[in-house]
């Protein structure tokens, strides 16, 4: 199975702050990354797919990057609804495998 | 609209069995490969299960292999999970979600409880 270890476990950010969540993969998973919003009690919703491909009505301050085994994921200007758990996911190879999660926070 | 509306969880013991429900509406269900994900109280997000969209395929995670079986039955718009020999470790909340490579659309999760 491929490995995910997304880094770091929590975020502290103030409002407007730019904020980076990183996953690197045990192998090449040739863009095929996935990145998803959590907030408590509530289903994933997905932001990004392959990499960098924001989902439509997604807005432009999140953003992705990565290729081979190191991926990244940014928000910029965080805003209050921004405070959630983020999670990335390679479904290049089955088992689809997720990072252990990100937590950001407000400072 | 897409819609995912998962039912059947509860609390059953261990050992037993349980049957959850995906119902989907708003997109070609036949279409599109359907899959199931877990989250444990207060854990991460862990992969289960994927059916292809004519139902010919399906992968399992490893923990769940021989003990789940996903179906679906694209005249009705269901997904299926059988999970069978239920141990306390499959304690979670189950969300059906559809999957165009990876999972775009989910449902808002059932939660399976797994205890004597």
């Known amino acids: 199975d491929i490995q995910m270890t997304q880094s770091p476990p929590s975020l502290s950010a103030s409002l407007g702050d730019k904020v980076t969540i990183t996953c690197q993969t045990s192998?090449?998973?040739?863009?095929?990354i996935a990145w998803y919003q959590q907030k408590p009690g509530k289903a994933p919703r997905l932001l990004i797919g392959?990499?960098?491909r924001l989902v439509s009505g997604i807005p432009s301050r999140f953003s992705g990057s990565g290729s081979g085994r190191d991926y990244s994921f940014s928000i910029s200007n965080v805003e209050s609804e921004d405070i959630a758990s983020y999670y990335c996911l390679q479904y290049d190879n089955s088992p689809n495998t997720f990072g252990a999660g990100t937590k950001l926070e407000l400072k | 609209e897409v819609q995912l509306v998962e039912s059947g969880g509860g609390l059953v013991q261990p050992g037993r069995s349980m049957k959850l429900s995906c119902a989907a509406s708003g997109f070609t269900f036949n279409n599109y490969d359907m899959a199931w994900v877990c989250q444990a109280p207060k854990k991460g997000l862990e992969w289960v299960a994927t059916?292809?969209?004519?139902?010919?395929?399906?992968y399992y995670r490893d923990s769940v292999k021989g003990r789940f079986t996903i179906s679906r039955d694209n005249a009705k718009s269901t997904l299926y999970l059988q999970m069978d020999s239920l141990r306390s470790e499959d304690t979670a909340t189950y969300y059906c979600?559809?999957?165009?490579?990876?999972?775009?659309?989910w449902g808002q999760g059932v939660m399976v409880t797994v205890s004597s």
């Open positions: 192998q090449n998973i040739n863009k095929y």
């Open positions: 979600a559809r999957s165009f490579g990876t999972p775009d659309y």
């Open positions: 392959f990499t960098s």
């Open positions: 059916i292809s969209y004519d139902g010919s395929s399906t």
